[in-house]
């Protein structure tokens, strides 16, 4: 099966910047999901097979609990952590390899360290929009994930005999993690000949879907259960979703970050569903709520994410933030619903 993304004069231009680096960091966008990880780490675990010794993952901030089992992880740097040493990091690089985001805003803080670096950029992702100013953009928002076209990129420069069963996990735990599990973004049958070239490098599929999805503590899945029981709200006629949690939620099951991961998912459930939306209180930042936006049966999100919650990000999985209150999140909310309610009110046959 033919893997290749690029043309033969890209192929050549990733060759010349990946001979010529010596220092490279890689990083990814804020809050880390399994995706930004386990490509972050695959790119790494490459890189360091090609003889580059001095290859560092700065992340802007934590990485949830259930990727920490991630081969790599521990030598991941955390720039809310340690800002001297990231800016330190990038200033000395000599390629900056931006992972899995497509604008240098999608870093948060650790962005002015990242736009300091005089280092060529290379940009490996698959959202809509790639920034402009990288070097080498390798932009596949038809990919299911940063980690396939790692794996691509990897098989393409001949990597793949000496593929280490570490770096085949990060890519495989990238891969079903930003399908749901190889249930959305994942019909196209070269994921499934790339997850059989997985498998011979040893990994165990069950093993790691055990690690990331069965990772809840007892109150996480409380708290969960709580929300879909008393806090969802969905209109029926426009089959849309919402939730809000406040602070209050999050303190009464003690809250910790990762606990809500996906939940935005589970609205879909609902027969015939298009659009199901997150309204979460920031935990660190005053009248701060984090949105998280997903779409199916033909409704696309990603417009409104971007036109209504500062944000975007794919097609039927986006996000984005809003300086209010839950209560006036709430109202941004019915708005964009009603703005949108043509498309959203006709029936899935
Ligand atoms: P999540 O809901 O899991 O936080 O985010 C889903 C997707 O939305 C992410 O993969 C990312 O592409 C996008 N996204 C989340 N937050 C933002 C944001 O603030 N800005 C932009 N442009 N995209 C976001
Ligand atoms: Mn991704």
Avoid at 105 to 133: F, K, N, T, Y
Avoid at 190 to 212: A, F, H, P, S, W
Avoid at 257 to 286: A, Y
Avoid at 318 to 342: F, H, M, P, R, S
């Amino acid at each position: 099966m033919d893997l290749n993304l690029l043309k033969e004069e890209e192929l050549a231009s990733l060759r010349q910047l990946l001979t010529t680096a010596k220092n490279i960091v890689i990083c990814a966008h804020r809050a880390p999901d399994g995706d930004a990880m386990g490509s972050s780490l695959a790119w790494m675990d490459y890189l360091n097979g090609t003889g580059k010794t001095n290859v560092k993952v700065c992340m802007p901030d934590a990485t949830p609990d259930f990727l920490h089992w991630l081969p790599g992880s521990n030598a991941v740097i955390r720039y809310d952590r340690r800002p001297r040493e990231v800016e330190r990091i990038f200033k000395e690089a000599d390629l900056v390899c931006c992972l899995d985001f497509n604008q240098p805003s999608r870093v948060d803080a650790m962005q002015e360290a990242l736009e300091s670096s005089e280092a060529p950029r290379l940009l490996i992702d698959h959202h809509l929009d790639p920034d402009e100013g990288c070097a080498l953009a390798i932009s596949r928002p038809d990919m299911s994930s940063t980690s396939e076209i790692v794996f691509r990129l990897i098989c393409q420069l001949d990597g793949f005999e000496t593929m280490t069963r570490q770096c085949a996990e990060c890519i495989y735990c990238g891969m079903m993690t930003d399908t749901g599990g190889f249930t959305y973004n994942s019909s196209r049958p070269e994921i499934y000949y790339i997850i059989g070239q997985l498998l011979t490098k040893g990994i165990d599929k069950d093993e790691i879907y055990n690690r990331v999805f069965h990772n809840y503590s007892t109150n996480a899945l409380r708290l969960r259960s709580h929300i879909i029981l008393n806090k969802m709200k969905v209109v029926e006629e426009l089959h849309a979703s919402y939730y809000t949690v406040t602070k209050e939620d999050m303190t009464q099951f003690h809250f910790v970050k990762g606990d809500m991961e996906g939940l935005v998912n589970i609205p879909q459930q609902i027969k015939g569903l298009k659009l199901s939306i997150s309204l979460r209180e920031d935990t660190e930042k005053q009248n701060t709520v984090l949105v998280s936006l997903r779409s199916c049966n033909g409704f696309h999100c990603q417009p409104m994410a971007t036109k209504f919650f500062n944000g975007g990000g794919h097609a039927d999985a986006a996000g984005g933030k809003l300086n209010c209150t839950l209560e006036e999140a709430e109202q941004v909310v019915i708005k964009a619903l009603l703005y949108y309610k043509d498309q959203l009110k006709t029936k899935v046959l």
